[in-house]
């Protein structure tokens, strides 16, 4: 219980698309919220995006308006939808989830690099 994930990083030029998914191995539906983070070389951890059970998201300033996170309760995933991509974005992403009666994030991923080059 609690296994993520992650896959769909790759090379992309600088103005493509990715979309990462992220395979949960039991039902997602006690994870409240489940979110994508990610890592640069030699920055800190930061959160991208995280849905709640119900589907009401929030976004960190630097992707809102590119990015676009859903998920799908019934098929255990959780999806980032990544449009207008920038060198900037390149870092190792992860798919995280939290136990909704917790405070902190409870599951991770391995990561998935994803790299946009100019």
């Known amino acids: 219980q609690g296994q993520l994930v992650e896959s769909g990083g790759g090379l992309v030029q600088a103005g493509g698309s990715l979309r990462l998914s992220c395979a949960a191995s039991?039902?997602?539906?006690?994870?409240?919220?489940m979110g994508w983070f990610r890592q640069a070389p030699e920055k800190e951890r930061e959160l991208v995006a995280d849905?709640?059970?119900?589907?009401?998201?929030n976004y960190a300033n630097s992707v809102k308006g590119r990015f676009t996170i859903s998920r799908d309760n019934a098929k255990n995933m959780v999806y980032l939808q990544m449009n207008s991509l920038k060198p900037e974005d390149t870092a190792v992403y992860y798919c995280?989830?939290?136990?909704?009666?917790?405070?902190?994030?409870?599951?991770w991923g391995q990561g998935t690099q994803v790299t946009v080059s100019s």
């Open positions: 039991g039902s997602i539906r006690m994870f409240d919220p």
């Open positions: 849905i709640s059970s119900g589907g009401s998201a």
């Open positions: 995280a989830a939290q136990l909704r009666w917790r405070a902190e994030y409870d599951f």
